[in-house]
């Protein structure tokens, strides 16, 4: 599956945006989908990841009430909307898929099999 992540951009501190992550290739619904960041100098951390079905989703502490995730899977399209951002929360944001059977929702990066090539967030203060 080809995972292709927009929707990046620079905003002040408070503002908000919205990813989108669109998949090519195989059955969309076949993936748990999940957001991933990484800052520059640190390692890539889990953000936010969504079931399957879009029933279950799982958020970092550092996302939850603030960012939101959903998908469509008639689009198969992710969707990452950020709200209240923070200069914390500059990093490239990667969107991935997990081709999953079970009824989990990964948080760890090992378990996504496909990554997209990653969105630049910068948030000023």
């Known amino acids: 599956v080809q995972l292709q992540a927009s929707g990046g951009g620079l905003v002040q501190a408070g503002s908000s945006l919205r990813l989108s992550c669109t998949a090519s290739?195989?059955?969309?619904?076949?993936?748990?989908m999940g957001w991933f960041r990484q800052a520059p100098g640190k390692e890539r951390e889990f953000v936010a990841a969504?079931?399957?079905?879009?029933?279950?989703?799982v958020y970092d502490d550092s996302a939850k009430g603030r960012f939101t995730i959903s998908r469509d899977n008639a689009k198969s399209t992710v969707y990452l909307q950020m709200n209240s951002l923070k200069p914390e929360d500059t990093a490239v944001y990667y969107c991935?898929?997990?081709?999953?059977?079970?009824?989990?929702?990964?948080?760890?990066?090992?378990?996504?099999?496909?990554w997209g090539q990653g969105t630049l967030v910068t948030v000023s203060s």
């Open positions: 991935a898929a997990d081709f999953q059977i079970l009824s989990i929702v990964p948080r760890t990066s090992s378990a996504y099999d496909y």
């Open positions: 969504i079931s399957r079905g879009g029933i279950m989703t």
């Open positions: 290739g195989r059955t969309f619904d076949d993936y748990v």
